[in-house]
C-alpha cells in the first residue's frame, strides 16, 4: 500500500519534540506497567503447542471473550494510575450545511433544562491560545463565525461536562435539533483544487521478459500541473525529457485504441466503486489528562500510528499558549480497518482535556457521532478501455482513468489513488499501459485510509471486466483469465518485476477444477427446477494485493534471559489481526518455540540513536547519498500498523534478531558442549554444521547430536558471555537496505540499517565496556551500507499476495434480492505464522468483501453520513446469514519450501469476493453490472 509519508520529526522516547518532552507508554511498557498487557496477554506456555510448534490461541484471546480492558474504550480516568478519579466527558457539535456561512451556536435548549456546559470550546479559543491544526489534515480544527463548512460534519463546537448524568442528557436532547447550529448568509458550495493526480505509462519489450521502452520505474511518473482544477499534462515529444516522452508514448497507446486493428476487440467500461463507512467495531475516542500542575498532558487512545501522534501532538501544544512540558501517549489495542491512521479525532481528544479544568475527559463517538465523522472509504470512478486480440484472447492496451473522492480533507486521497492505480492490472500482464489517476476534493465528510486501500475498487472493476470481456469472446472466463496470467519475472504496468513466484496460475488451475466451477451448468438446472423463482449463479474472481507502503522500517528487540525466557518488543500496534500472537510465533524459527513475553507499540528505542530527515517517498538520490554516510541516519525511523504489512516486515527484523541470538548465542554454546571430553566429543565423528540445526519440541539436535532444551542453551550462552539480547532496525523500499556488521571479530553482511547486541552475564570486562546504552547494549557501527535507489519509489509495488474466490449465489426474479449460498477460497499467503488468524482474516475479509458488493452504500452529500442521522438502522452491515457463514470453505495454498516468507494478506481475502460476486449474478441474470452495491433495486430494473 505504498503512500506518500507524513512530514516527521526523528524521535526517540524522553526527546524534545519543539520543546515538549514526548513519552510514549504503551499500556503494558515499563513506564505502565500496572494496568495493561501483562493482563491482557495469556502467557505463552498455554497457548503454544510445544511438540507441533503451533500456537493453541491467540496471546490476547482470554482477555476479549471474558471483557477485560482490551481497548482504549474500555479505558475510564479511575483505571489509569497517578489520574484524578474523576471522569469528565465530552462531545462535538457539527454542521450540517455547506450552503450558508456559519452565524454561531444556540444552546437555548440546554440553557432552559439547566444542562449548559461546563466549558464551550470554539475556534475563537483556537485563535485566542494559538492551538493550529497540523498541515496534514488541513482546515482548522473548529469553523470560525462567517466562514462555509469545508465539508458536511465539519465541528463547530465542543462542549465539555464534568459529571456523566448532565453530559448525557444534553448530547440525547439537542442530537437531531437543527437550530443549534445557526447559519448566516448564503454562499456558493466550496470548491478546490484536486488533491493531487498522477500517471503511469509503460511501453513494454518485444516479449514481458525484454527491456521495457519506456516505464515509470526506468524513467519516471507523471505529476501535473492544475490550471482552474484541471491537470495539465506536458507536451508529448518523442526525444523530449522523460515526461515529454512519456506523453508522447501515452498518445501512441491512445492512437492504437483509437485505430485498432479489426482483429482487436476494444472493450469500453466506466465502472463505480460506492462510499462506506469502516464500521469498525470500536468507534472513535480518547481520554485525555491535562496535569496543569506540571504541564504534563496524558492521551489514551487507540491509534495505529502512535508515532505520528508523538510527533505532531507536542508540536500542537508547543505553538499553543498553554504551558505543556511533557507528553505521555499510551496507545492501546485498537481495530480500525485503517480508520485509526492519520485521523484527526484524537486531537480533539487534546483539545477537550486542555479545556477540561484539569480534569480527565472522555471524548467518545456514539455510532451516530462515527458515522458522521470518521474517516470513509473513497468512491471511484473508472473509466476503462482495454484492447484484445480476439484470436488469441492476449490483453494488448490498458488505459484506466480514475478519478478519487476524498471529501473535505486531503488525508490519503493521493496515496489512496496512486494504490489504487497501480493495482488495476489485478493478476494480469499488460504489455502496454496508461494509467491515470486523480484524487479530488468535495464536501462529503473525509475518507482516508481503508482496508483494500484503493485497489478494493479497481481490482474489483478489473475482474468485472473481464467476465464481460469474455462474454463477448464467447470464452471461458477462466481460460481467459489463464491467457493473461501474470507470470514470474514478468514487469507490472510500473515496469518492477515482483518479488519471488507468483502463483495467481497455480489458484487459477485449483478454481477450474473446483466442483462448484466444473459443476455450475448442472447446477444451476437442478437448483432453478427447485427454485423457480431464483436463478442460480456461479462467479469467480482472482486479484493479487500488494502488501506493504513502499517505505517500511521498524525496530525489535530480542532478548533471552538466563533461564530461557524469550522477551520480544516492537514497533507494530496490535488493531485485531493477532499481532502480538503472531510476534510470539515467529521467532520459535530460530528459538525453537514462542516467546514468553511481547510487547507491541514500543517507541522506546535510544539505546539505537537513530534519526530520520527528509520523507522516505521524495528524498532526492543526491541527499540520501549524503545522509547514508552516518552510520545513525535512516531513511524512515517507524511505519504505521498498516497495509498489510505486519506479517512480513515487522516480523522481519524480530527474525533476523532472533537469528542472530542463534548464531551467535544459541549455537556456539551447543557446539561448545558437543565438543566437549577427549577427541573433540560426541561431534567429532560426525560432521555437524550450522545448516543441519533442527528445533526438535524445544530442543535443538544437528546430526545425531543431543537435544538440548532452549533452558539449557540460554544459561550456557548466558555463562559463555555470547550473544543474548538484539536490537534490529530494518528499512524497506521494496527491497531491504543491508550493511556490513562486525560481531565478534567476523564481519557480516546483514539485511538490516542498524544493529546493537548484548552479551550475557558472563561478558568479559571488555564486551561490558561496550554495552554502554540505556538497556545495556552496545551498538554496532555499520559499514558499506546499502540502502535501495531513490527511483526504487517508482515501482509502486513488489510485493504481491494472490487469492481467488469462487461463489454460489442466488437472485430472486421477484425482489432482486441475492443470497450467497457458499463461497470457496484460495489464498497464498508463503509461509503461515499462525494458521488460525489467517482463517480469521479469510472469514472476516469476505463479510466485508460482501458488504461491499451487496449492501454497504451511503449518499455522498446532504442526505448522507455527513448530517448525522446515520446509524445501522440505515446502513446495511452484512449478517451471519447472508455470508454462508456455515458453508464456507477455504484453501491455503502450501509453502513452496519451508523457507518461504510471510505474507500480508488481511486487505487480499476480501477484495475477490466482491468481483466474483458481481460474474455469479450475470451468470445468473444475464446481466454484467458496472456499479456497486449491486442492490435489489438494480436488479429489478433489469428483470
Request: glycine share 8%; with cysteine.
Given at each position: 500500500?505504498?503512500?506518500?509519508?507524513?512530514?516527521?520529526?526523528?524521535?526517540?522516547?524522553?526527546?524534545?519534540?519543539?520543546?515538549?518532552?514526548?513519552?510514549?507508554?504503551?499500556?503494558?511498557?515499563?513506564?505502565?506497567?500496572?494496568?495493561?498487557?501483562?493482563?491482557?496477554?495469556?502467557?505463552?506456555?498455554?497457548?503454544?503447542?510445544?511438540?507441533?510448534?503451533?500456537?493453541?490461541?491467540?496471546?490476547?484471546?482470554?482477555?476479549?471473550?471474558?471483557?477485560?480492558?482490551?481497548?482504549?474504550?474500555?479505558?475510564?480516568?479511575?483505571?489509569?494510575?497517578?489520574?484524578?478519579?474523576?471522569?469528565?466527558?465530552?462531545?462535538?457539535?457539527?454542521?450540517?450545511?455547506?450552503?450558508?456561512?456559519?452565524?454561531?451556536?444556540?444552546?437555548?435548549?440546554?440553557?432552559?433544562?439547566?444542562?449548559?456546559?461546563?466549558?464551550?470550546?470554539?475556534?475563537?479559543?483556537?485563535?485566542?491560545?494559538?492551538?493550529?491544526?497540523?498541515?496534514?489534515?488541513?482546515?482548522?480544527?473548529?469553523?470560525?463565525?462567517?466562514?462555509?463548512?469545508?465539508?458536511?460534519?465539519?465541528?463547530?463546537?465542543?462542549?465539555?461536562?464534568?459529571?456523566?448524568?448532565?453530559?448525557?442528557?444534553?448530547?440525547?436532547?439537542?442530537?437531531?435539533?437543527?437550530?443549534?447550529?445557526?447559519?448566516?448568509?448564503?454562499?456558493?458550495?466550496?470548491?478546490?483544487?484536486?488533491?493531487?493526480?498522477?500517471?503511469?505509462?509503460?511501453?513494454?519489450?518485444?516479449?514481458?521478459?525484454?527491456?521495457?521502452?519506456?516505464?515509470?520505474?526506468?524513467?519516471?511518473?507523471?505529476?501535473?500541473?492544475?490550471?482552474?482544477?484541471?491537470?495539465?499534462?506536458?507536451?508529448?515529444?518523442?526525444?523530449?525529457?522523460?515526461?515529454?516522452?512519456?506523453?508522447?508514448?501515452?498518445?501512441?497507446?491512445?492512437?492504437?485504441?483509437?485505430?485498432?486493428?479489426?482483429?482487436?476487440?476494444?472493450?469500453?467500461?466506466?465502472?463505480?466503486?460506492?462510499?462506506?463507512?469502516?464500521?469498525?467495531?470500536?468507534?472513535?475516542?480518547?481520554?485525555?489528562?491535562?496535569?496543569?500542575?506540571?504541564?504534563?498532558?496524558?492521551?489514551?487512545?487507540?491509534?495505529?500510528?502512535?508515532?505520528?501522534?508523538?510527533?505532531?501532538?507536542?508540536?500542537?501544544?508547543?505553538?499553543?499558549?498553554?504551558?505543556?512540558?511533557?507528553?505521555?501517549?499510551?496507545?492501546?489495542?485498537?481495530?480500525?480497518?485503517?480508520?485509526?491512521?492519520?485521523?484527526?479525532?484524537?486531537?480533539?481528544?487534546?483539545?477537550?482535556?486542555?479545556?477540561?479544568?484539569?480534569?480527565?475527559?472522555?471524548?467518545?463517538?456514539?455510532?451516530?457521532?462515527?458515522?458522521?465523522?470518521?474517516?470513509?472509504?473513497?468512491?471511484?470512478?473508472?473509466?476503462?478501455?482495454?484492447?484484445?486480440?480476439?484470436?488469441?484472447?492476449?490483453?494488448?492496451?490498458?488505459?484506466?482513468?480514475?478519478?478519487?473522492?476524498?471529501?473535505?480533507?486531503?488525508?490519503?486521497?493521493?496515496?489512496?489513488?496512486?494504490?489504487?492505480?497501480?493495482?488495476?492490472?489485478?493478476?494480469?500482464?499488460?504489455?502496454?499501459?496508461?494509467?491515470?489517476?486523480?484524487?479530488?476534493?468535495?464536501?462529503?465528510?473525509?475518507?482516508?485510509?481503508?482496508?483494500?486501500?484503493?485497489?478494493?475498487?479497481?481490482?474489483?472493476?478489473?475482474?468485472?471486466?473481464?467476465?464481460?470481456?469474455?462474454?463477448?469472446?464467447?470464452?471461458?472466463?477462466?481460460?481467459?483469465?489463464?491467457?493473461?496470467?501474470?507470470?514470474?519475472?514478468?514487469?507490472?504496468?510500473?515496469?518492477?518485476?515482483?518479488?519471488?513466484?507468483?502463483?495467481?496460475?497455480?489458484?487459477?488451475?485449483?478454481?477450474?477444477?473446483?466442483?462448484?466451477?466444473?459443476?455450475?451448468?448442472?447446477?444451476?438446472?437442478?437448483?432453478?427446477?427447485?427454485?423457480?423463482?431464483?436463478?442460480?449463479?456461479?462467479?469467480?474472481?482472482?486479484?493479487?494485493?500488494?502488501?506493504?507502503?513502499?517505505?517500511?522500517?521498524?525496530?525489535?528487540?530480542?532478548?533471552?534471559?538466563?533461564?530461557?525466557?524469550?522477551?520480544?518488543?516492537?514497533?507494530?500496534?496490535?488493531?485485531?489481526?493477532?499481532?502480538?500472537?503472531?510476534?510470539?510465533?515467529?521467532?520459535?524459527?530460530?528459538?525453537?518455540?514462542?516467546?514468553?513475553?511481547?510487547?507491541?507499540?514500543?517507541?522506546?528505542?535510544?539505546?539505537?540513536?537513530?534519526?530520520?530527515?527528509?520523507?522516505?517517498?521524495?528524498?532526492?538520490?543526491?541527499?540520501?547519498?549524503?545522509?547514508?554516510?552516518?552510520?545513525?541516519?535512516?531513511?524512515?525511523?517507524?511505519?504505521?500498523?498498516?497495509?498489510?504489512?505486519?506479517?512480513?516486515?515487522?516480523?522481519?527484523?524480530?527474525?533476523?534478531?532472533?537469528?542472530?541470538?542463534?548464531?551467535?548465542?544459541?549455537?556456539?554454546?551447543?557446539?561448545?558442549?558437543?565438543?566437549?571430553?577427549?577427541?573433540?566429543?560426541?561431534?567429532?565423528?560426525?560432521?555437524?554444521?550450522?545448516?543441519?540445526?533442527?528445533?526438535?519440541?524445544?530442543?535443538?539436535?544437528?546430526?545425531?547430536?543431543?537435544?538440548?532444551?532452549?533452558?539449557?542453551l540460554a544459561k550456557r550462552a548466558h555463562e559463555m558471555g555470547l550473544i543474548t539480547g538484539v536490537i534490529s532496525h530494518a528499512f524497506n523500499r521494496w527491497e531491504w537496505s543491508?550493511?556490513?556488521?562486525?560481531?565478534?571479530?567476523?564481519?557480516?553482511?546483514?539485511?538490516?540499517?542498524?544493529?546493537?547486541?548484548?552479551?550475557?552475564?558472563?561478558?568479559?570486562?571488555?564486551?561490558?565496556?561496550?554495552?554502554?546504552?540505556?538497556?545495556?547494549?552496545?551498538?554496532?557501527?555499520?559499514?558499506?551500507?546499502?540502502?535501495?535507489?531513490?527511483?526504487?519509489?517508482?515501482?509502486?509495488?513488489?510485493?504481491?499476495?494472490?487469492?481467488?474466490?469462487?461463489?454460489?449465489?442466488?437472485?430472486?426474479?421477484?425482489?432482486?434480492?441475492?443470497?450467497?449460498?457458499?463461497?470457496?477460497?484460495?489464498?497464498?499467503?508463503?509461509?503461515?505464522?499462525?494458521?488460525?488468524?489467517?482463517?480469521?482474516?479469510?472469514?472476516?475479509?469476505?463479510?466485508?468483501?460482501?458488504?461491499?458488493?451487496?449492501?454497504?452504500?451511503?449518499?455522498?452529500?446532504?442526505?448522507?453520513?455527513?448530517?448525522?442521522?446515520?446509524?445501522?438502522?440505515?446502513?446495511?452491515?452484512?449478517?451471519?446469514?447472508?455470508?454462508?457463514?456455515?458453508?464456507?470453505?477455504?484453501?491455503?495454498?502450501?509453502?513452496?519450501?519451508?523457507?518461504?516468507?510471510?505474507?500480508?494478506?488481511?486487505?487480499?481475502?476480501?477484495?475477490?469476493?466482491?468481483?466474483?460476486?458481481?460474474?455469479?449474478?450475470?451468470?445468473?441474470?444475464?446481466?454484467?453490472?458496472?456499479?456497486?452495491?449491486?442492490?435489489?433495486?438494480?436488479?429489478?430494473?433489469?428483470?
Open positions: 500500500m505504498s503512500r506518500p509519508s507524513l512530514s516527521r520529526r526523528s524521535f526517540l522516547k524522553g526527546s524534545a519534540v519543539a520543546g515538549v518532552t514526548a513519552y510514549l507508554a504503551p499500556l503494558g511498557s515499563d513506564a505502565f506497567g500496572a494496568l495493561f498487557e501483562d493482563r491482557v496477554l495469556s502467557p505463552t506456555n498455554e497457548a503454544w503447542q510445544l511438540a507441533e510448534g503451533k500456537m493453541r490461541f491467540r496471546l490476547d484471546g482470554i482477555a476479549k471473550v471474558t471483557g477485560s480492558k482490551v481497548f482504549a474504550r474500555d479505558i475510564r480516568a479511575k483505571d489509569m494510575p497517578h489520574w484524578p478519579d474523576q471522569q469528565s466527558h465530552a462531545f462535538i457539535i457539527r454542521a450540517t450545511r455547506c450552503d450558508h456561512s456559519l452565524k454561531g451556536i444556540n444552546l437555548s435548549r440546554l440553557e432552559q433544562a439547566g444542562l449548559m456546559p461546563d466549558q464551550l470550546v470554539t475556534a475563537e479559543d483556537m485563535k485566542r491560545d494559538k492551538i493550529e491544526v497540523p498541515r496534514f489534515f488541513g482546515p482548522d480544527f473548529f469553523l470560525a463565525k462567517g466562514d462555509t463548512a469545508a465539508y458536511l460534519g465539519y465541528p463547530v463546537a465542543m462542549l465539555i461536562y464534568h459529571d456523566f448524568a448532565r453530559y448525557r442528557l444534553a448530547k440525547s436532547r439537542i442530537r437531531f435539533a437543527d437550530d443549534v447550529v445557526t447559519y448566516g448568509e448564503q454562499t456558493p458550495l466550496p470548491e478546490k483544487p484536486p488533491y493531487g493526480a498522477f500517471r503511469y505509462i509503460r511501453v513494454g519489450g518485444e516479449t514481458p521478459f525484454a527491456e521495457d521502452t519506456f516505464s515509470a520505474l526506468q524513467e519516471t511518473v507523471l505529476y501535473p500541473d492544475f490550471r482552474k482544477r484541471h491537470p495539465v499534462w506536458p507536451e508529448a515529444l518523442e526525444n523530449g525529457k522523460n515526461t515529454e516522452k512519456a506523453m508522447f508514448y501515452a498518445q501512441q497507446l491512445q492512437d492504437k485504441l483509437a485505430n485498432a486493428p479489426d482483429d482487436w476487440l476494444v472493450f469500453e467500461g466506466e465502472y463505480n466503486s460506492q462510499y462506506t463507512d469502516h464500521f469498525a467495531m470500536e468507534a472513535d475516542n480518547a481520554n485525555c489528562w491535562f496535569d496543569q500542575s506540571k504541564g504534563d498532558m496524558h492521551v489514551v487512545c487507540g491509534t495505529q500510528s502512535p508515532q505520528e501522534l508523538v510527533n505532531w501532538m507536542p508540536e500542537v501544544l508547543s505553538n499553543s499558549s498553554f504551558q505543556s512540558r511533557r507528553f505521555f501517549l499510551h496507545p492501546a489495542y485498537t481495530v480500525g480497518y485503517g480508520s485509526k491512521d492519520a485521523t484527526i479525532f484524537p486531537y480533539y481528544g487534546l483539545i477537550a482535556a486542555l479545556y477540561a479544568d484539569g480534569k480527565p475527559v472522555r471524548l467518545a463517538n456514539d455510532r451516530f457521532e462515527q458515522f458522521q465523522a470518521t474517516m470513509k472509504r473513497h468512491p471511484f470512478t473508472m473509466k476503462n478501455r482495454l484492447a484484445v486480440d480476439r484470436e488469441t484472447g492476449k490483453f494488448q492496451v490498458f488505459k484506466q482513468d480514475l478519478t478519487a473522492n476524498g471529501g473535505g480533507r486531503a488525508n490519503f486521497s493521493n496515496s489512496v489513488a496512486f494504490v489504487g492505480a497501480t493495482a488495476a492490472q489485478s493478476i494480469y500482464y499488460m504489455p502496454n499501459s496508461d494509467l491515470t489517476a486523480t484524487a479530488i476534493y468535495s464536501r462529503m465528510p473525509e475518507a482516508g485510509s481503508f482496508r483494500g486501500y484503493g485497489t478494493l475498487q479497481t481490482m474489483s472493476a478489473t475482474e468485472l471486466m473481464v467476465d464481460e470481456i469474455a462474454g463477448q469472446l464467447n470464452m471461458d472466463p477462466i481460460d481467459l483469465r489463464l491467457r493473461n496470467v501474470f507470470k514470474s519475472g514478468m514487469k507490472n504496468t510500473q515496469g518492477a518485476i515482483p518479488a519471488g513466484h507468483l502463483r495467481n496460475e497455480e489458484i487459477l488451475h485449483k478454481a477450474r477444477n473446483h466442483s462448484i466451477w466444473t459443476e455450475r451448468e448442472t447446477r444451476k438446472q437442478a437448483y432453478e427446477t427447485a427454485h423457480p423463482e431464483e436463478r442460480y449463479g456461479v462467479g469467480f474472481a482472482c486479484v493479487q494485493k500488494d502488501f506493504g507502503h513502499g517505505a517500511e522500517s521498524a525496530f525489535s528487540e530480542v532478548r533471552l534471559t538466563p533461564e530461557g525466557r524469550i522477551e520480544v518488543r516492537n514497533t507494530g500496534a496490535e488493531m485485531g489481526t493477532g499481532y502480538s500472537t503472531g510476534q510470539a510465533a515467529v521467532v520459535a524459527a530460530w528459538l525453537g518455540r514462542a516467546a514468553d513475553q511481547v510487547r507491541t507499540a514500543e517507541m522506546e528505542w535510544d539505546d539505537m540513536q537513530m534519526y530520520e530527515t527528509t520523507s522516505p517517498y521524495f528524498i532526492s538520490q543526491e541527499e540520501q547519498n549524503k545522509s547514508i554516510k552516518d552510520p545513525r541516519w535512516t531513511p524512515l525511523l517507524l511505519q504505521a500498523s498498516s497495509a498489510s504489512n505486519s506479517a512480513y516486515y515487522f516480523s522481519f527484523p524480530t527474525l533476523e534478531a532472533a537469528r542472530i541470538i542463534f548464531r551467535h548465542g544459541l549455537w556456539p554454546a551447543a557446539q561448545e558442549f558437543w565438543q566437549r571430553g577427549i577427541g573433540g566429543g560426541q561431534s567429532a565423528p560426525y560432521v555437524v554444521r550450522e545448516e543441519n540445526a533442527r528445533w526438535e519440541a524445544g530442543h535443538l539436535t544437528a546430526r545425531g547430536m543431543e537435544p538440548l532444551s532452549l533452558e539449557f543491508r550493511a556490513d556488521y562486525e560481531i565478534n571479530g567476523r564481519s557480516e553482511n546483514l539485511p538490516l540499517d542498524g544493529l546493537a547486541v548484548q552479551y550475557g552475564i558472563g561478558a568479559s570486562e571488555a564486551q561490558k565496556a561496550l554495552m554502554t546504552s540505556k538497556r545495556g547494549y552496545h551498538l554496532l557501527t555499520r559499514k558499506n551500507p546499502y540502502i535501495p535507489p531513490t527511483q526504487r519509489n517508482n515501482a509502486g509495488v513488489t510485493y504481491y499476495s494472490g487469492c481467488g474466490t469462487l461463489v454460489e449465489l442466488a437472485v430472486h426474479t421477484g425482489t432482486g434480492k441475492v443470497s450467497v449460498l457458499n463461497h470457496h477460497t484460495f489464498l497464498e499467503c508463503g509461509n503461515t505464522l499462525v494458521e488460525q488468524l489467517v482463517s480469521g482474516q479469510i472469514q472476516g475479509g469476505i463479510a466485508m468483501g460482501i458488504g461491499h458488493a451487496l449492501y454497504e452504500e451511503m449518499p455522498l452529500y446532504e442526505d448522507g453520513p455527513g448530517n448525522g442521522t446515520w446509524n445501522i438502522n440505515r446502513y446495511h452491515v452484512p449478517r451471519a446469514s447472508e455470508v454462508a457463514v456455515w458453508q464456507q470453505t477455504s484453501e491455503i495454498l502450501p509453502p513452496l519450501s519451508r523457507t518461504d516468507p510471510p505474507k500480508g494478506i488481511a486487505e487480499v481475502v476480501m477484495i475477490p469476493i466482491v468481483g466474483a460476486i458481481g460474474n455469479g449474478i450475470a451468470h445468473a441474470i444475464g446481466h454484467h453490472f458496472r456499479s456497486l452495491p449491486i442492490t435489489p433495486d438494480k436488479i429489478r430494473e433489469v428483470l
